[in-house]
């Protein structure tokens, strides 16, 4: 629940951007922002009572990365936009900075707190060395659009890894679509076509 709460990101992004960050988006960008939110609630079976909302610690939780996100998308993009250069380079010197920044707090983090972790990471040296690449180029593409286009929008977009992931499982794992997932794709494909509309 939580996990899929943290998804909300979107639908946050383009609410705290409308009011806080003058990135407002048309009303087919919000009914966008909205059925691609939707489709992932939907994928993940989400269920809430009202006595989840009140003491579900997921939840809260949840909300808390998506607010957290949100936010984050946000500041990306100003800090990219602040620096008046071409977008792709803005884009890049934001991205090494945060990157230098993360890994130097983490690394921080481990020595002093959870040093035994340092020879687990040697261990598994090559594994972290291929997940840390493809973290890398998937944060590229996440600074470089956000730097080009609204934030709320380009989260929006990015919900379609729920569509490769369901390919995947289909026919790569040879799993059988529920009808769940069916209405998933539906959702998720309705929200880029009226992006791409809206756009």
Do not use: H
Not at 88 to 113: G, H, K, N, R, Y
Not at 171 to 189: H, N, P, Q, V
Not at 193 to 199: F, K, P, T
């Amino acid at each position: 629940m939580g996990t899929a709460l943290a998804e909300t990101e979107a639908i946050l992004t383009a609410v705290i951007g409308s009011l806080f960050f003058s990135a407002a988006l048309n009303l087919l960008g919000y009914l966008s922002v909205f059925l691609g939110v939707a489709g992932v609630l939907v994928a993940s079976n989400w269920r809430v009572s009202w006595a989840d909302l009140a003491s579900n610690r997921s939840i809260k939780f949840g909300v808390g990365a998506g607010l957290d996100f949100a936010f984050a998308s946000l500041w990306i993009r100003d800090a990219s936009l602040s620096l008046g250069i071409d977008g792709v380079v803005s884009a890049a010197t934001v991205l090494v900075f945060m990157v230098t920044l993360q890994t130097v707090l983490c690394l921080l983090w481990i020595v002093i707190f959870e040093y035994l972790q340092i020879a687990l990471i040697v261990k598994n040296l090559p594994a972290s060395i291929f997940i840390g690449i493809t973290s890398l180029a998937g944060s590229i593409g996440w600074f470089t659009a956000m730097s080009l286009q609204n934030a709320a929008c380009v989260k929006t977009l990015g919900q379609t890894e729920f569509l490769v992931t369901i390919a995947i499982a289909t026919f790569y794992f040879s799993e059988k679509i529920s009808g769940r997932e069916l209405m998933d794709i539906a959702l998720i494909g309705s929200s880029i076509l009226v992006l791409l509309w809206a756009s």
